[in-house]
C-alpha cells in the first residue's frame, strides 16, 4: 500500500488556488496548484535534460552567464550547475518566494542544495520581465522551464512568453551562438516557426525511449555573417 501525501506547506496564491509541498517517504515530493500537479520528484527525466541540453558546450567556458526561468523544485537547475563551471553565474527568476524557500528548505537535499551554490542568485520576479529589461548580449544561454509552456492556444504575436515579440527580446539578451532552450508538454510546430523566423536554428527532442515524453526545444541564436566568418578563421 502506497504512503499517503503529507502537506508540508501551502500557499495562497493570488489568482490560481493553493500552492502545495506535499511529500511520502523520503523523497517523493510533489508540488501541486489547486488540482494540477506541476512538478514530481520521480519524473525528472526532461527537467534534467533541459538543463543538460541548454548549457552543452559552457564547461569551458572561461565565465558563462545563465538565466533559468522557473525554479520549481531546482532539478533544472541542478542540470544546469553541473554542466557550468565554478566561475559561471546563473540567474534564476521565479515568481512565488516560498518556492525558493521550500528549495531551500525540505527539498535541498534532493537537489544536493542546487538553489544555495554560490554560483545561484534568485530574482522574484518574472521572467519575461528580466528578459525585456536586461542588456543586449547578456547571457550565453536562457532556459525556460515553466509549467506551462508553448501550444496550440500560445497568441503567435504577443505571448509574454512564447509570442513573436517575445522571442525577438530573447535573441537581443542572448549572446551570439547562445542557446535558448524550452520545456514543454507537447511538441509545438508553430513555435518551432516563430524561432525560426526569429533567427534561430532550432530542433525539438522527446528525451527518454518509452511512456509520456515532454518537448524540449533546443534553439540557437545564429551568428551574424562577419562574426562566423571571424570562428571559422580561428585557430
Not at 131 to 155: K, M, N, V
Not at 160 to 173: H, R
Not at 188 to 209: I, M, N, T, W
Not at 219 to 233: C, F, M, V
Request: proline letters at 6%.
Amino acid at each position: 500500500m502506497a504512503l499517503p501525501w503529507k502537506v508540508l506547506d501551502q500557499f495562497k496564491t493570488e489568482t490560481e488556488g493553493v500552492l502545495e509541498l506535499r511529500q511520502r517517504g523520503k523523497g517523493d515530493f510533489l508540488i501541486t496548484l489547486g488540482p494540477q500537479v506541476l512538478m514530481n520528484s520521480k519524473a525528472q527525466r526532461s527537467e534534467m535534460a533541459l538543463g543538460k541540453l541548454g548549457c552543452r558546450g559552457l564547461k569551458k567556458h572561461p565565465k558563462p552567464r545563465v538565466l533559468v526561468g522557473g525554479l520549481g523544485m531546482a532539478i533544472t537547475l541542478r542540470a544546469v550547475l553541473d554542466e557550468l563551471p565554478e566561475t559561471a553565474e546563473v540567474m534564476v527568476a521565479e515568481l512565488n518566494p516560498v518556492i525558493h524557500q521550500w528549495c531551500l528548505g525540505p527539498l535541498a537535499e534532493l537537489t544536493r542544495h542546487a538553489a544555495a551554490d554560490p554560483r545561484v542568485s534568485v530574482e522574484i520576479t518574472d521572467v519575461a520581465e528580466l528578459i525585456c529589461h536586461s542588456s543586449r548580449e547578456s547571457f550565453d544561454a536562457i532556459i525556460l522551464d515553466l509549467y506551462r509552456g508553448p501550444g496550440p492556444q500560445t497568441d503567435r504575436l504577443n505571448d509574454p512568453i512564447y509570442g513573436s515579440l517575445a522571442i525577438k527580446k530573447v535573441g537581443m539578451a542572448l549572446k551570439p551562438g547562445g542557446v535558448f532552450a524550452v520545456w514543454g508538454e507537447n511538441p509545438d510546430k508553430g513555435f518551432e516557426q516563430r524561432l525560426a523566423s526569429g533567427g534561430f536554428a532550432v530542433h525539438c527532442e522527446r528525451p527518454g525511449k518509452g511512456g509520456y515524453r515532454h518537448a524540449v526545444w533546443v534553439a540557437i541564436k545564429e551568428r551574424k555573417k562577419h562574426q562566423r566568418g571571424k570562428d571559422n578563421g580561428r585557430v
